[in-house]
């Protein structure tokens, strides 16, 4: 009868197991040293060993070899490797997770070993267990007769009560390196006369993820066909499945904006008859470890991959955004709750891919953010109703004689103001408290969120002083210069502002936590910025601890400014309700216009 490699190749003695010798070395030594622990938690992820680790030690507490324990071929070794050895039971806690199966486990417990030295109980998929089992367990785990070892395998140690983990003694199988996988499945190849180039062991390897297990059964699947040379395409062709390499390749693709490769590798990988939902989630999941690895020193601790496949991630983590890895997981994870319902979940994968590759995206969340920053910056126009507001530019705050130009500036809820001039020409725009911003880029069209605006229109004698110039239509030739300055230093926003000093200022010092929670910043000048506080010793706080404030307000806005404090209701915040009067007046200063409420 035929067995499979995993189970031919099974390692009999310490010496055999890969990858693992964090643990063969503490296992030999308390078998040596005859202090070999009551309880054993074996944990790790599949195909790493565990449940081979425990037999063979319980061969090693059991064997009758004057030499190193386990021999392997003592007859004690030989029974427990058939399964007959009576004092070596196994139980699978999947299919005998009952409280009536650990009552008569527990039965059993009280009767001495028979043929060995010790009574060895090996309960597999020990998660498994209903509570009540669990329950019913601990008072034996934890006092069990000298002659009992229990070892307990898991692949899900989390779910275990902490009842059980502070029982037994935890050992954690890591997943296996590929050096090393590829060491044992060549000597295998060997032994077995296949001819296996090591680019294909590689690729074997790779997909195997770190179990020993699936490298063994992915070698088999290659070898099943009867060919005795294997290459990489071979294995490639027998895989049919979707490895890391390939969502490495596709977000690489993506990156690069080379949108028909993309198509063709996720056409080729899905003719392999690769599940597309499946696909969806292992793509999103890549980004994910993308985002784990560009944050973490050491991803392997939440990243269930082998070093290896981690160390490929990292590479490619460091060549890519941060917006294109946030930007990716969000448009993928929409796609999968679309593609639940749908008929066609391979036309929005496909569509998805166009997106990232081509940018869709990106112009999407582009136009929502201008939308919202459009809403924002128009409150200073916007009033009920929708009234529309005429405009009257001055140079130097005041207006110039005979050169004065009135447009109107309308606005409809969520959308941003549209200055109209008097020939019929439209400039969009935004008009706010923080400043005016131009969201078009069209010839002639003022950038009015530069600073140096004036330097966008076409260059002309005596550009910045003569009214009237082409290419600064009504706007440029009427608006004070100065002011635009002004409006940039005015752009803040004081929320996250004060989070950010309240975050630094709370590890610098332990007591500046009284500080953020009882103040707030109101206001941000040229000179100076204005800190609301609740109370007057919250005040009196606050001023004990200026020069923090100060130096940490001059590190998020660039500036070195004076503190004001101010009392709860002794000035009102720049953020707070406004009338449309009050708006209008804060627009007249600020910009250096004339502001009619129609």
């Not at 004690?76 to 009552?103: H, L, P, T, Y």
């Not at 009574?119 to 009992?148: F, Q, R, W």
């Not at 955004?321 to 679309?338: A, F, H, P, Q, V």
């Given at each position: 009868m035929y067995t499979a490699l995993y189970r031919t190749y099974r390692p009999e003695v310490f010496d055999e197991i890969l990858g693992q010798d964090h643990i063969v070395k503490i296992l030999k030594n308390q078998i040596n040293t005859d202090s070999a622990s009551h309880a054993y938690l074996f944990c790790g992820t599949r195909g790493t060993g565990k449940t081979t680790t425990a037999r063979i030690l319980a061969k090693g507490l059991n064997c009758t070899s004057e030499g190193?324990?386990?021999?392997?071929?003592?007859?004690?070794?030989?029974?427990?490797?058939?399964?007959?050895?009576?004092?070596?039971?196994?139980?699978?806690?999947?299919?005998?997770?009952?409280?009536?199966?650990?009552?008569?486990?527990?039965?059993?417990?009280?009767?001495?070993?028979?043929?060995?030295?010790?009574?060895?109980?090996?309960?597999?998929?020990?998660?498994?267990?209903?509570?009540?089992?669990?329950?019913?367990?601990?008072?034996?785990?934890?006092?069990?007769?000298?002659?009992?070892?229990?070892?307990?395998?898991t692949t899900e140690p989390q779910s275990l009560p902490a009842t059980i983990l502070s029982r037994c003694m935890r050992l954690d199988f890591r997943r296996v390196p590929e050096g090393v996988l590829i060491g044992g499945m060549a000597d295998i190849c060997r032994k077995k006369g296949i001819d296996v180039s090591e680019d294909a062991l590689r690729i074997i390897a790779a997909n195997a993820d770190g179990s020993v297990r699936d490298g063994l059964s992915i070698l088999e699947q290659c070898t099943a066909g009867g060919d005795r040379k294997i290459e990489p395409k071979d294995v490639l062709e027998f895989l049919g499945a979707s490895g890391e390499e390939t969502f490495v390749e596709l977000t690489d693709f993506v990156r690069r904006g080379k949108t028909a490769d993309a198509l063709v590798l996720l056409d080729r990988v899905l003719s392999d008859g690769k599940d597309v939902r499946q696909f969806m989630r292992d793509w999103v999941n890549h980004y994910r470890n993308l985002l784990m690895?560009?944050?973490?020193?050491?991803?392997?601790?939440?990243?269930?991959?082998?070093?290896?496949?981690?160390?490929?991630?990292?590479?490619?983590?460091?060549?890519?955004?941060?917006?294109?890895?946030?930007?990716?997981?969000?448009?993928?994870?929409?796609?999968?709750?679309?593609?639940?319902?749908?008929?066609?979940?391979?036309?929005?994968?496909?569509?998805?891919?166009?997106?990232?590759s081509s940018g869709l995206s990106a112009v999407a969340a582009g136009n929502a953010q201008a939308a919202r920053m459009a809403e924002n910056n128009a409150q200073a126009a916007m009033v009920a109703g929708n009234p529309s507001v005429r405009v009257q530019m001055r140079q130097g705050g005041k207006v110039s004689a005979g050169q004065e130009q009135k447009g109107t500036i309308s606005s409809d809820q969520g959308a941003a103001a549209t200055v109209q001039m008097p020939d019929g020409s439209g400039i969009p725009g935004a008009l706010g408290l923080t400043g005016l911003s131009s969201a078009s880029n069209a010839p002639g069209a003022p950038n009015l969120t530069n600073p140096n605006y004036m330097s966008d229109a076409p260059s002309a004698p005596d550009a910045q002083n003569a009214p009237g110039t082409p290419g600064s239509p009504g706007i440029v030739d009427a608006l004070d210069t100065s002011g635009a300055s002004d409006m940039a230093v005015q752009a803040y926003d004081l929320d996250e502002i004060w989070n950010a000093v309240f975050e630094d200022g709370e590890a610098a010092k332990g007591s500046f936590y009284m500080i953020g929670s009882s103040g707030r910043l109101v206001e941000i000048g040229d000179d100076s910025f204005t800190i609301e506080m609740t109370s007057a010793s919250m005040k009196e706080l606050a001023e004990l601890n200026r020069k923090l404030l100060e130096t940490l307000m001059e590190k998020h806005t660039g500036k070195q400014r004076t503190m004001k404090l101010v009392s709860a209701g002794g000035k009102k915040s720049m953020q707070g309700e406004q009338s449309i009067e009050e708006i209008t007046r804060s627009a007249e200063e600020l910009l250096g216009i004339n502001i009619e409420i129609q």
């Open positions: 190193q324990k386990p021999c392997g071929v003592c007859s004690a070794c030989q029974a427990i490797k058939a399964g007959s050895f009576i004092d070596v039971v196994e139980i699978d806690a999947a299919s005998n997770n009952g409280v009536d199966n650990i009552r008569e486990l527990r039965e059993t417990v009280k009767y001495p070993p028979v043929l060995g030295r010790k009574k060895v109980y090996i309960i597999d998929e020990v998660h498994m267990l209903s509570s009540g089992a669990s329950n019913a367990l601990l008072k034996t785990l934890e006092e069990p007769p000298e002659y009992v070892v229990f070892i307990l395998a690895t560009k944050f973490m020193k050491n991803p392997q601790e939440v990243v269930n991959m082998s070093v290896e496949n981690i160390d490929r991630i990292r590479k490619q983590g460091e060549s890519i955004e941060l917006y294109d890895i946030n930007r990716g997981i969000l448009e993928i994870s929409e796609t999968m709750r679309e593609a639940k319902w749908s008929t066609q979940p391979r036309i929005l994968l496909e569509l998805v891919i166009v997106k990232l």
